[in-house]
């Protein structure tokens, strides 16, 4: 049963950009993402879920969840969005099929290579493969060369890309993670720092749905741009929590059973939970 939570119904004839609602949750269908990127980014709505994206029904569930219970979403994010009730660590642990910490930025290789390894042994599509590779090296990057280092608004990303100049801090071991049902892969990972400024993030994707990718690419050190552009047009919905910090969580999932081309043109759900006022207030 879904929580008793407002939930608004865009219809064909409203207009996404000048949309007028306070609900926290938007269902809609066949929305672009450009459009699913400005509901956030110009109305905050923090979750908008696609009729025509797998099961909607589960994504209104875990969208009540993270606005209700976010503990458990940053606690259990696989157990959450595969839909156990009543998640625990062992219910984590179990789904988890990939399930890393890194101690040390040359391990992000050796990870991917068993993540690729992992997704070929399971019988899945080699195009699938590619984007979870994709998805996952992004994610792991950013928690470990930005995440520990980035400035208040996040336009300054890291000291470095040079691995030789970064360590991780023990305590703060960033976890990479894989599961699945029937219908979908997760790729997630969460570091311990909760520096994601999420405002930034999403306008910097939509800025490349609305331009060519490639105008905004950054081409110095670090930057959340066309990395994350890729990792959320390469997925089907987009899961983040934050915690300012203490933890940020990112979660990709995936259609299975569905071709590269039709994985590309599934309309995209966005969920996001972040206590933005707090980087204003600091």
Same mark, same amino acid.
């Given at each position: 049963?879904?929580?008793?939570?407002?939930?608004?119904?865009?219809?064909?004839?409203?207009?996404?950009?000048?949309?007028?609602?306070?609900?926290?949750?938007?269902?809609?269908?066949?929305?672009?993402?450009?459009?699913?990127?400005?509901?956030?980014?110009?109305?905050?709505?923090?979750?908008?879920?696609?009729?025509?994206?797998?099961?909607?029904?589960?994504?209104?569930?875990?969208?009540?969840?993270?606005?209700?219970?976010?503990?458990?979403?940053?606690?259990?994010?696989?157990?959450?969005?595969?839909?156990?009730?009543?998640?625990?660590?062992?219910? %984590?642990?179990?789904? +988890? @099929?990939? *399930? /890393? &910490?890194? $101690?040390?930025?040359?391990?992000?290789? #050796?990870?991917? =290579?068993?993540? %690729?390894?992992?997704? +070929? @042994?399971? *019988? /899945? &599509?080699? $195009?699938?493969?590619?984007?979870?590779? #994709?998805?996952? =090296?992004?994610?792991?990057?950013?928690?470990?060369?930005?995440?520990?280092?980035?400035?208040?608004?996040?336009?300054?990303?890291?000291?470095?890309?040079?691995?030789?100049?970064?360590?991780?801090?023990?305590?703060?071991?960033?976890?990479?993670?894989?599961?699945?049902?029937?219908?979908?892969?997760?790729?997630?990972?969460?570091?311990?720092?909760?520096?994601?400024?999420?405002?930034?993030?999403?306008?910097?994707?939509?800025?490349?749905?609305?331009?060519?990718?490639?105008?905004?690419?950054?081409?110095?050190?670090?930057?959340?741009?066309?990395?994350?552009?890729?990792?959320?047009?390469?997925?089907?919905?987009?899961?983040?929590?934050?915690?300012?910090?203490?933890?940020?969580?990112?979660?990709?999932?995936?259609?299975?059973?569905?071709?590269?081309?039709?994985?590309?043109?599934?309309?995209?759900?966005?969920?996001?939970?972040?206590?933005?006022?707090?980087?204003?207030?600091?």
């Amino acid at each position: 049963m879904i929580p008793s939570l407002e939930i608004f119904e865009l219809t064909t004839a409203d207009d996404p950009s000048n949309l007028n609602t306070t609900a926290p949750i938007v269902v809609c269908d066949s929305l672009g993402s450009e459009y699913v990127l400005s509901l956030f980014s110009r109305s905050k709505i923090q979750h908008i879920i696609q009729k025509s994206n797998l099961n909607h029904q589960s994504e209104i569930q875990i969208s009540a969840t993270m606005l209700q219970s976010p503990d458990q979403f940053r606690q259990f994010p696989l157990s959450t969005i595969l839909g156990v009730h009543n998640p625990t660590s062992d219910s %984590e642990a179990q789904l +988890a @099929e990939v *399930n /890393h &910490q890194l $101690s040390h930025p040359d391990e992000k290789s #050796l990870v991917l =290579d068993q993540i %690729e390894k992992w997704v +070929a @042994e399971s *019988n /899945h &599509q080699r $195009s699938i493969a590619n984007d979870v590779r #994709l998805i996952a =090296d992004e994610l792991i990057s950013n928690s470990i060369f930005n995440a520990p280092y980035v400035d208040f608004e996040n336009s300054f990303s890291g000291p470095t890309r040079d691995k030789n100049k970064i360590s991780i801090d023990p305590a703060k071991k960033p976890r990479v993670f894989i599961g699945r049902d029937h219908d979908r892969l997760i790729v997630g990972c969460q570091d311990f720092y909760g520096t994601l400024n999420v405002n930034r993030v999403i306008e910097r994707i939509r800025i490349c749905y609305e331009s060519n990718p490639g105008q905004v690419m950054n081409f110095g050190t670090g930057g959340a741009g066309i990395g994350s552009f890729m990792v959320f047009d390469s997925c089907s919905s987009l899961y983040i929590a934050v915690e300012v910090g203490v933890s940020t969580t990112i979660c990709c999932a995936l259609p299975l059973k569905m071709s590269a081309v039709r994985r590309k043109k599934i309309p995209k759900n966005l969920h996001i939970s972040s206590e933005e006022s707090k980087w204003k207030q600091k």
